[in-house]
């Protein structure tokens, strides 16, 4: 399970980050991006020692400051089920190629009609390619 995954599901529910500086924000996760930025909505704030409390009603807060995040045991649960659901669906077209052979990269794949009716091409070195045709026995 990744952690971007993670988080994006997360979106719309209640979360608990804790930042490198020992400050706590519980709020809703409103949205986040591929650096783990994040924005929270109706926000209560604790400072580090736990004395003083900010309410806000909404936040922003940068991903490289964040130590950890607590996230509902439900968020896990859903992201659970969506790769297996997206395993079921990746084994499902796998079974469906027949087991034929995916060859790719540059010039396609070769079989039997992979080389449009044409020979081919010898090994390096095999055959008389590049050779002059007289001069069939020497090397």
Do not use: A, F, L, V
């Given at each position: 399970m990744l952690p971007l995954s993670l988080l994006r599901t997360a979106?719309?529910?209640?979360m608990l980050v804790e930042l490198k500086n020992g400050e706590t924000y519980n709020g809703h996760l409103v949205s986040c991006d591929n650096w783990m930025n994040i924005n929270l909505r109706e926000v209560i704030c604790t400072s580090r020692d736990g004395d003083k409390f900010w309410r806000m009603p909404e936040c922003y807060i940068r991903g490289s400051t964040i130590k950890y995040l607590r996230i509902p045991d439900e968020v896990?649960?859903?992201v659970k089920?969506?790769?297996q659901v997206k395993a079921r669906g990746r084994s499902?077209?796998?079974?469906?190629r027949?087991?034929?052979n995916m060859r790719s990269g540059r010039g396609g794949a070769r079989g039997a009609f992979g080389n449009r009716g044409r020979p081919a091409p010898l090994a390096r070195?095999?055959?008389n390619v590049g050779r002059n045709p007289q001069n069939?026995?020497?090397?």
């Open positions: 979106q719309n529910h209640p896990i649960d859903m089920e969506e790769t499902e077209i796998n079974k469906g027949g087991g034929q070195g095999g055959g069939k026995n020497k090397k």
